[in-house]
């Protein structure tokens, strides 16, 4: 049976013109293989066929405009096939509509919210409760408040837990609907989670394991001091690691699984400062020598160790950047996002892996630390695990002294979502709590601040007797059998490895939520009056030798007063109990770590061919870069090999870029797929989400869309799988935003496309100050492993694309691109011949006015402004008989580089001949000043000056933007062809090739106000 196949629903275009047809008559296709492809002045799509079969005959050909319901084929129909797809689709429609029935179910929402937020609780199994009576001054009727507690009791005797939850809820439940409205409260008392009776214990050697992280502790601590004893102007952190030794440990030993040739690792995000005792480790493990040891923090010329976790400065070992504190925590949600996008598309395998992340309680205070949390636990990353060393002081003192910062973070991650695990009490206090029939021992805990629980902890047992349980007679006679000493062991949740043990195991089995450990530690603990829970303690890298002392003695390390004095590293050797022990934990948890590996396979190139469409002039079609850039994208979808690896990135901006057609095509990544119809899902370019979507909308967060950007970058080490991440951004919220991710993403050794769109202070027109770049170039010039480019042509794109491809997927070179696309439209001329070479270095002669006379000058243009600057050479041609040699510059950071290596080398070999940079040789033999600009500030365009010999002068879009019309822009930043004209004249006035009155009357003809102050100044 013939069919036609009409153009579907696109939205509010008319009249489209179609830019490529892909199949021919006599082609056999599949439902949905693309037709053609239309592009307007905002979008370009392709159509699908909506059918499977043969193409009989086209009916359009490439400029053909077409609207909704042209016809553009006739298609002999494939009816097997169409009945097998239906019955897929009948099933899909079935198990959408026993989701729907499903969610039906659901109870209303405030039930949802409690279940989930109580669902987090852990539950006790059925057993007796003891009866407390609580005499309290807030309870006016104390029987009446027995006869609930009973009633609680009965149920939870005679029902379980689930039956006394679902009352509780439905009491809430009907409160509110009373008009009862005070928000059921987030927080728990100030015990830990999970009560001693169900906490899992570990089957390590405790004593061993003990002895193992006192050698890891001095040696952390050594290594900071010793530095700091040969060179005081180097810092380092003895506090950090002093309160986290613990919780890395148990990790270490039971829980964090290597990458090896069966299983692809957990990640582990260490907390920057804590970065001593990573080190401390891997020496006792033997991947880190004593000299290593002996050069921390002393990396130019040695075989030193850096400050914190830097990738590219010790690629075989760090993985992830965390030191800059909020990084760590929104990187890893992302990673763990980025790490079930590959399992849902089907690109890895879901082996349980786990990504932890280890954060400071003060680093919470970042608004990226949480600004992220919602994410986590909408998408259900079970796979992501904080754990939050509250240590609760910071770098200058508490981190909230008035308050408790445990409760504090519980209420928030409760509130969002997550599975929280409170580490507040070590072993040695169960027995007190459970003695305590008072209940008053839980509201000592609940109504201490931090404030006083620090300076507990800086004191000693008999200060904490006075001030902590001297409140209440009660809890006075609680510990009168107790000494001092006895008291002091009391001890935190976070140095105990039984209850961190039993809180990582418990996250491990969590479920569809993330899991937060707030687990409550000492800031410099063990260090004693040098550093132990006091405000400096952050700070302090010196330790006397008084203090060595007492932290050997505090550790038992077996080392003499003398070695101590010397500040010895101590290893027990090879055979001991110790190194044969942690080594063989590493050995069944499958290798070591940190460790940073690569096994992924190239990507295959993309055919030559692939973007010969972008390098013809464009014709009468008018088109901007960024619609070249989707043309680049489509043309990528089309290649087996690179189009499952490609991930475009958007923050809600697709429709700004014409990208909108990757929505219908290769679908939005949704966990779950997508449960309603969408009310656009007739057209062509359907808001489409699936579970298997390609496109990660980030929606409003350029912070988070770059640490997607990163985690789909990195993920040829992470998950020994390359991606191409393309994130498209608009240009002004990328750089300037989240420059210090951008900065990590060097860091990280990233690959991957960052793309500034709608570009140029002046070319992004009527958005005004905020909105309108003229700096990102900058920006992008200050990373050194980033390469960028300003191109102002379709061919100039593809071209850079290309040559990216094969630099970060071909050679594996860890380098990430920059490249500015614009939104204004204009046609596109063919590639000159010869000129990709230029295109790559920076700069390449683009046209040449050769026929008037003896003046010559020198036009550089880049990107928007190169079209002003041709513009500029055809007036002083035609009217002034001025030649002129116009150059694109696409990347002056670019020739920069060059410039400066071909610089330094030259003075660095003085007696020879003098090599010349890129920018010489373009310019060398060329005659006449050269004139620069761009729709970059001028320092953008300067940054050449050095290896120009002639006069330079150039011209930019220093200031804050306006919101007006591109011409007036342009006028206003005096970089139209008016302005360029006019100057151009001036400076050759200057060097007097042509008479100062021809630029002065150019003045008068072009209307330039000389009284109007420099832009920069308005
Ligand atoms: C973005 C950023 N701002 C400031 C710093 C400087 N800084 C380093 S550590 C630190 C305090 C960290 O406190 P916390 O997060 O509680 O970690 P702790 O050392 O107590 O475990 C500060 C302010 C930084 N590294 N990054
Ligand atoms: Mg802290």
Not at 462 to 476: A, C, D, I, T
Not at 479 to 486: F, G, K, N
Not at 717 to 734: A, C, R
């Amino acid at each position: 049976m013939s069919i036609e196949i009409p153009v579907p629903d696109i939205g509010d275009f008319e009249s489209v013109e179609i830019i490529e047809i892909l199949v021919k008559a006599g082609d056999v296709i599949n439902k949905n293989d693309p037709i053609v492809t239309l592009e307007s002045d905002k979008s370009s799509v392709e159509v699908p066929s909506p059918f499977s079969g043969k193409i009989i005959s086209l009916k359009v050909k490439i400029g053909d405009k077409v609207s909704k319901g042209s016809i553009l084929a006739l298609l002999e129909k494939n009816e097997l096939n169409e009945k097998n797809k239906s019955s897929k689709e009948q099933k899909i429609e079935k198990e959408k509509s026993e989701v729907t029935k499903k969610e039906e179910n659901i109870l209303p929402i405030t039930e949802k919210i409690i279940e989930e937020a109580e669902s987090t609780i852990v539950q006790q199994p059925k057993k007796s409760i003891q009866k407390k009576s609580y005499s309290n001054k807030s309870d006016i009727d104390p029987i009446e408040t027995q006869e609930w507690l009973d009633s609680l009791d009965a149920v939870l005797k005679q029902d379980g837990t689930d039956r006394a939850h679902y009352l509780l809820k439905k009491l809430t439940d009907e409160a509110y609907k009373e008009g009862f409205n005070k928000p059921l409260t987030r927080i728990t008392p100030y015990i830990n989670t999970i009560p001693a009776e169900l906490e899992v214990k570990s089957a390590g050697d405790q004593n061993i394991e003990r002895r193992i992280r006192s050698l890891i502790r001095w040696n952390a601590a050594a290594m900071v001091v010793k530095a700091n004893k040969k060179n005081p102007e180097i810092g380092g952190h003895i506090g950090t690691f002093a309160s986290a030794a613990t919780l890395y440990d148990v990790g270490m030993n039971h829980f964090w699984r290597a990458k090896n040739n069966k299983f692809g690792g957990d990640l582990i995000y260490f907390q920057g400062h804590s970065a001593p005792g990573v080190y401390a480790r891997a020496f006792l493990e033997g991947r880190l020598t004593e000299n290593q040891l002996s050069n921390f923090r002393q990396e130019v010329g040695v075989d030193g160790l850096s400050s914190y976790p830097h990738p590219w400065l010790m690629p075989k070992f760090w993985q992830f950047p965390t030191v800059s504190m909020g990084l760590g925590p929104i990187l890893s949600i992302y990673q763990a996002r980025f790490t079930k996008y590959l399992i849902n598309r089907g690109l890895l395998k879901d082996e349980g892996r786990k990504i932890w992340a280890f954060l400071g309680d003060g680093e919470m205070d970042e608004p990226e630390s949480l600004g992220a949390i919602s994410l986590a636990s909408r998408e259900k990353l079970d796979n992501l695990i904080f754990v939050i060393n509250c240590n609760l002081q910071r770098l200058d003192g508490p981190v909230r002294g008035n308050g408790k910062i445990i409760q504090e973070l519980e209420g928030i991650f409760r509130g969002a979502g997550w599975n929280v695990i409170k580490v507040i009490w070590g072993s040695y206090w169960d027995q007190l709590l459970s003695k305590d029939k008072t209940g008053l021992l839980i509201k000592r805990m609940n109504e201490c601040v931090d404030g006083e629980y620090q300076a507990f902890k800086a004191n000693d047992g008999s200060y904490v007797r006075e001030k902590f349980f001297g409140k209440y007679p009660e809890l006075q006679d609680l510990v009168s059998s107790m000494t001092d000493r006895d008291i002091w062991k009391l001890n935190r949740g976070g140095h105990d490895p039984h209850k961190v043990y039993a809180a990582y195991n418990e996250a491990m089995k969590t479920k569809a939520k993330p899991t937060v450990i707030l687990a409550k530690t000492i800031k410099g603990y063990g260090m004693g009056k040098s550093g132990e829970s006091i405000n400096i303690t952050h700070q302090q890298k010196k330790l006397g030798e008084e203090d060595l002392l007492y932290y050997r003695d505090r550790f038992d390390i077996p080392l003499t007063d003398k070695q101590v004095k010397n500040i010895e590293f101590y290893k027990p050797n090879e055979k001991s109990d110790e190194i044969r022990y942690l080594k063989e934990r590493r050995m069944k948890l499958g290798g070591n770590l940190p460790e940073r590996t690569s096994f992924s396979r190239a990507i295959k190139k993309p055919s030559k061919d692939i973007f010969d469409n972008m390098l013809k002039s464009s014709g009468d079609r008018q088109m901007s870069t960024t619609m070249a850039l989707v043309r680049i994208l489509t043309n990528l979808l089309r290649d087996k090999n690179i189009a499952p690896r490609l991930v475009p990135i958007i923050p809600d901006e697709a429709r700004t870029f014409g990208m909108e057609g990757f929505f219908k095509k290769i679908g939005i990544y949704a966990h779950e797929g997508q449960k309603y119809e969408p009310e656009d899902s007739e057209q062509l370019s359907s808001y489409r989400e699936d579970k298997k979507g390609q496109v990660l909308e980030e929606g409003i967060t350029e912070t988070g869309a770059m640490s997607s950007f990163i985690a789909a970058g990195t993920s040829y080490t992470n998950h020994d799988l390359e991606m191409i991440p393309v994130y498209t951004f608009y240009s002004m919220f990328g750089f300037q935003r989240v420059m210090d991710l951008i900065w990590a993403a060097g860091d990280s050794q990233t690959r991957g496309f960052l793309i500034g769109a709608t570009s140029g202070r002046t070319t992004l027109a009527g958005e005004g100050l905020q909105h309108q770049d003229g700096h990102s170039q900058i920006l992008a010039s200050t990373v050194p492993n980033c390469v960028s480019y300003d191109p102002t042509f379709a061919y100039e794109l593809a071209v850079i694309f290309r040559e990216g491809l094969r630099r970060m997927h071909d050679k594996q070179e860890n380098i990430f691109y920059y490249l500015t696309t614009m939104n204004e439209n204009y046609n596109h001329p063919e590639m000159p011949r010869n000129c990709e070479e230029g295109i790559l270095k920076g700069m390449y002669l683009f046209k040449e006015f050769n026929n008037k006379g003896k003046t010559k000058v020198q036009l550089l243009g880049s990107g928007a402004i190169l079209r002003e600057m041709i513009a500029a050479g055809e007036i002083l041609s035609k009217e002034y008989n001025i030649d002129s040699d116009v150059w694109s510059v696409t990347s002056f950071n670019e020739l920069r580089k060059d410039g400066m290596k071909i610089e330094r080398k030259n003075l660095l070999n003085p007696g020879e001949k003098a090599q010349k940079s890129y920018v010489e040789k373009c310019l060398d033999r060329r005659e006449g000043p050269v004139v620069a600009a761009s729709d970059y500030m001028r320092s953008y365009a300067d940054q050449i000056r050095p290896y120009i010999s002639k006069s330079f002068y150039t011209f930019g879009t220093d200031g804050y933007g306006r919101s007006d019309s591109r011409k007036k822009l342009r006028k206003f930043f005096e970089v139209d062809k008016a302005h360029i004209v006019t100057y151009t004249l001036s400076a050759l006035a200057k060097e007097q090739l042509v008479p100062s009155k021809d630029a002065e009357k150019a003045i008068k003809k072009y209307n330039i106000n000389k009284d109007k102050p420099i832009p920069s100044e308005l």
